[in-house]
């Protein structure tokens, strides 16, 4: 079964320094991966995504997230948080033999990001 | 031009009535999702259509939870009998066709007394 599992259910960082959020998937197969972000009470916007044509994904807002099957993660990263990065993200796989597409979330990472 | 839009924002409603949510897909979308998200269970798959296909309705979660799409493009998810666990955030989502980028709309937030 395919599945993704983000590692820290809360990042604190200060503005002006790198984020780091990380994940791990499980998949039998070269999967989709996304990354999407969750501001409050506004809806779930994509942030970058990876479909096999480069392992180094570069997304909106400056971020990007690296796929290592190797290690069989895609953390996403930022060289320099800023306050309006303040937010829940979530890494999320789409089953590549799956007919309806159908999206599976992590448990997301929420953000803060100190002043 | 507009995004997806899903109505009411919020509904608030006695436990064992039956409640309906609308989702309005971008235009010209074929695929059209149903999610939700609660405390418990995180971001969870509810539903699926595509085109006049049969909808994929593996995610439903009870026989209470049903759902329809008018003329491939209007959708409502119908909540029969709610229940308390059945509070949460409904969101919807489109995709241009199968496998494209899933577009989301704000959601519904449902209250269950």
């Known amino acids: 079964a395919q599945s993704v599992t983000q590692l820290d259910s809360h990042v604190s960082v200060s503005e002006g320094t790198p984020v780091l959020l990380r994940c791990n998937y499980s998949?039998?197969?070269?999967?989709?991966l996304f990354w999407y972000v969750q501001h409050p009470n506004k809806g779930l916007q994509l942030l970058l995504k990876?479909?096999?044509?480069?392992?180094l994904v570069k997304g909106i807002n400056g971020f990007e997230a690296e796929f290592k099957k190797s290690e069989t993660s895609f953390h996403l990263t930022k060289p320099s948080a800023h306050m309006s990065d303040a937010a829940e993200y979530f890494c999320?796989?789409?089953?590549?033999?799956?007919?309806?597409?159908?999206?599976?979330f992590g448990s997301g990472t929420r953000l803060l990001v100190r002043p | 031009g507009a995004g997806v839009s899903q109505s009411p924002s919020n509904k608030v409603t006695e436990k064992g009535k039956d409640v309906e949510l609308r989702c309005d897909p971008i235009?010209?979308?074929?695929?059209l999702y149903w999610y939700r998200q609660s405390l418990g269970q995180g971001l969870e798959f509810l539903i699926y259509?595509?085109?006049?296909?049969?909808?994929?309705k593996s995610g439903l979660p009870s026989d209470r939870f049903s759902a329809e799409r008018t003329g491939g493009s209007v959708s409502t998810l119908t909540i029969q009998r709610t229940q308390q666990e059945d509070s949460a955030v409904y969101l919807c989502?489109?995709?241009?066709?199968?496998?494209?980028?899933?577009?989301f709309g704000p959601g519904t937030r449902l209250t269950v007394l």
């Open positions: 989502a489109s995709s241009l066709y199968y496998r494209d980028t899933q577009y």
């Open positions: 998949s039998s197969y070269s999967p989709s």
């Open positions: 990876y479909t096999s044509a480069a392992t």
């Open positions: 999320v796989v789409s089953p590549p033999m799956d007919s309806s597409y159908k999206l599976i």
């Open positions: 235009s010209g979308h074929t695929a």
């Open positions: 259509f595509q085109g006049n296909s049969a909808p994929d």
